[in-house]
């Protein structure tokens, strides 16, 4: 059974970085298509970066492109998202979540997407 676990988040001022980490556990994270989500305040979850099994990245959100960065480790069994010159509009919770299918074919509504294998989310607060 795939566990998902997450580090990195905080509080981060407008213009800063963070990088968060997704630690799979239990199965081998190559074998998973990888997305980050977020879901900001009162609002639906929402697809951020996905990485998928087979090596494509597909960037989901317009309005990070150029700042968020997603990559993998398979020698830590890891999924990582970079994100750079946060901005305000960047605050929400952010989930990794893993599915076996391609990024191109996650099928599905908020809040799961049809993915089964969630991470517990990690806040991230921009603010200054």
């Known amino acids: 059974q795939l566990q998902l676990v997450q580090s990195g988040g905080g509080l981060v001022q407008p213009g800063g970085s963070l990088r968060l980490s997704c630690v799979a556990s239990?199965?081998?994270?190559?074998?998973?298509?990888v997305i980050w989500f977020r879901q900001p305040p009162g609002k639906f979850r929402e697809g951020v970066e996905c990485?998928?099994?087979?090596?494509?990245?597909?960037n989901s959100a317009d309005d990070v492109k150029g700042r968020f960065t997603i990559s993998r480790d398979n020698a830590k069994n890891t999924v990582y998202l970079q994100m750079n010159s946060l901005k305000v509009v960047d605050t929400a919770v952010y989930y990794c979540?893993?599915?076996?299918?391609?990024?191109?074919?996650?099928?599905?509504?908020?809040?799961?997407?049809?993915?089964?294998?969630w991470g517990e989310g990690t806040p991230v607060t921009v603010s200054s």
């Open positions: 979540a893993a599915t076996t299918v391609p990024c191109t074919e996650v099928r599905g509504g908020p809040p799961y997407y049809g993915i089964p294998y």
């Open positions: 239990g199965a081998s994270i190559d074998h998973y298509t």
């Open positions: 990485f998928g099994k087979d090596g494509e990245i597909i």
